[in-house]
């Protein structure tokens, strides 16, 4: 059984900066591809940042670019999402999420991830 767990989360003022991680169990962790989503109160979820299984491959949502992350650790079994420059708009929910995928493909799709964890919640005060 595949587990993912985010911590990190919190409150942080304006222009603050935060690190999210994802620890994965269950499975090899070099075989997922991994994304970071985020979902705010009355809004869908949406599309951050991903990263490919060796870490040479790393997209971001247009809203984050230049502020935010990410990378991981395969020795660690992590994934980190370092936030930069908080934005009162960044405050959300953030999900960790992974398939199992070798390739560098871009992935922003909800349904193209096929494990989740909790969510951790990021507040951002302005």
């Known amino acids: 059984q595949v587990l993912l767990v985010e911590s990190g989360g919190g409150l942080v003022q304006a222009g603050g900066s935060l690190r999210l991680s994802c620890v994965a169990s269950?499975?090899?962790?070099?075989?997922?591809?991994m994304g970071w989503f985020r979902q705010a109160p009355g809004k869908e979820r949406e599309f951050v940042a991903a990263i490919s299984w060796a870490g040479g491959s790393t997209y971001y949502a247009d809203s984050v670019k230049g502020r935010f992350t990410i990378s991981r650790d395969n020795a660690k079994n992590t994934v980190y999402l370092q936030m930069n420059s908080l934005k009162p708009e960044d405050t959300a929910v953030y999900y960790c999420a992974a398939r199992v995928d070798y390739s560098s493909t871009y992935y922003t799709r909800i349904t193209q991830y096929t494990y989740w964890g909790q969510g951790t919640q990021v507040t951002v005060s302005s």
């Open positions: 269950g499975r090899t962790f070099r075989s997922f591809y």
